[in-house]
């Protein structure tokens, strides 16, 4: 019954157990001699560095979604196909230990421009920074980040023909052929689905798979800097209505698609009883919202729907600086002029103004900042979900109704949905019950 959470325990371990094989036995390969040492690392040397990384990466992914997870660092025979969860402490170790173990045989800069699809140290510092975000272990989050930016390679990609237009940029063709040193890690054609999964379906035959809420174009800024909370409740009535990108952080436009804003060379209208985009229809939005971020106009030109050459930004340079920021106010070193330097530096590529230091200055506000801007700026790259589950704030936003754009029929707000969380269970994905059927040492996470 749970497809997704088996889906994804199947293919990434997997993907672990080829990983196994081929730290096992990639010395024993014949292979030429390598003439063309990159960095000073011999290529064999490279790939079972990056093969390292990538079994880290995943072992990492299965750890956010399940939980402590049994650790597979060989190839498991039938004898030992019972595996036991480890310990988190255990798990935590592994990764770290992995990670750190791979960066010393990988090359700080891609080889080629094109090839930010690969790992490097920096990718792997930057995992490293993550892991421990997300067990709250904030000295080692920082000081992972740290050397991401002690590196010197890496940057807030600004537009040399169009600054304004940075932030969308660095999601669309014009960044990658520019070869963006924000881009850490990439997905090497990872957005070739990205047409169809978010147009409507009246565009390119699309399935509308992720619908933008309310809640989301409320959590953006106004132009000055103000949250929607700080308004008379007249004002904020009036935003929460009337939710056009007008006077609002420029990221919401270049994040979400408006109800009948044209895009991409088409009109984007769920209003239309009957017609096919209708709010709600199969494979149309469920809220009156579409995703704009990864949708350009050079990939809805090509024959097929499925063929974007875009990559899908795994990891970037803005993340690290938020896992620096983040961690630094954690850890009460509200001083440190880093973490204004570093918010304003994301702030002011997409257009917003400096933080309010007078209005932000305390480690509560500070958080809060924080996490609003982790969420407008990183939204739609699969952040959100780790964010809350290590935040611990699933109950509070993920319970509740759901409610998409303003109706023109009635002048409410769409209503989508009711949700229910239970913070005893839905923390973590269910083991699947195959593996705990099949394996009597495997224990299911509680409430499954």
Not at 3 to 23: A, E, N, V
Not at 63 to 69: K, L, S, V
Not at 342 to 357: F, Q, T, W
């Amino acid at each position: 019954t749970h497809t997704h959470p088996t889906t994804i325990w199947t293919m990434r371990y997997k993907t672990i157990r080829r990983c196994s094989r081929y730290l096992e036995n990639w010395h024993r390969a014949v292979v030429f001699p390598d003439t063309t040492p990159w960095e000073g690392i011999q290529t064999v040397d490279r790939w079972e560095a990056e093969i390292r990384a990538l079994r880290a990466y995943y072992h990492l992914e299965l750890f956010m979604n399940f939980g402590p997870i049994p650790i597979v660092d060989h190839t498991v025979t039938v004898a030992e196909q019972h595996l036991k969860r480890n310990t988190q402490e255990e798990v935590v170790k592994f990764i770290a230990d992995e990670f750190e173990l791979a960066s010393r045989n990988l090359p700080v800069n891609p080889q080629t421009s094109e090839e930010r699809w690969r790992w490097t140290k920096g990718a792997c510092y930057a995992y490293l920074s993550y892991l421990y975000m997300f067990v709250g272990d904030w000295a080692n989050a920082k000081y992972w980040a740290e050397q991401v930016i002690g590196l010197g390679k890496y940057d807030i990609y600004v537009s040399p023909t169009n600054p304004a237009e940075s932030y969308s940029e660095q999601f669309l063709q014009e960044a990658y052929t520019n070869n963006t040193k924000e881009s850490i890690l990439t997905r090497n054609r990872g957005c070739h689905q990205a047409c169809m999964r978010l147009a409507p379906p009246s565009i390119r035959n699309g399935t509308s798979g992720v619908s933008p809420s309310a809640a989301l174009i409320d959590a953006y800024e106004l132009s000055d800097g103000r949250t929607l909370d700080e308004l008379t409740p007249a004002q904020k009535q009036h935003y929460h209505l009337n939710p056009t990108p007008a006077d609002r952080d420029p990221r919401l436009e270049m994040t979400i698609v408006f109800p009948g804003e044209s895009h991409a060379g088409y009109t984007w209208n769920p209003w239309i009883k009957g017609n096919t985009d209708y709010v709600g229809s199969r494979n149309s939005t469920a809220t009156g919202y579409w995703v704009k971020k990864w949708v350009n106009q050079a990939d809805m030109s090509l024959a097929s729907t499925t063929s974007s050459t875009l990559p899908f930004q795994l990891m970037r340079y803005s993340v690290v600086l938020l896992n620096y920021v983040e961690a630094a106010v954690e850890l009460g070193q509200l001083t440190d002029p880093n973490i204004y330097a570093y918010l304003n530096k994301i702030r002011n590529r997409a257009g917003m103004p400096d933080v309010d230091e007078s209005k932000y200055n305390t480690q509560e506000s500070l958080r809060e900042l924080v996490r609003r801007e982790r969420r407008v700026e990183l939204a739609f790259e699969g952040h959100r979900l780790i964010d809350i589950r290590r935040w611990r704030i699933a109950e509070e936003v993920m319970n509740g109704p759901v409610y998409g754009a303003p109706d023109p029929d009635t002048g409410e707000l769409h209503y989508v949905e009711e949700r229910r969380f239970n913070p005893d269970r839905d923390y973590v994905w269910p083991i699947p019950n195959t593996e705990v059927q099949s394996n009597d040492n495997m224990e299911q996470n509680p409430g499954y």
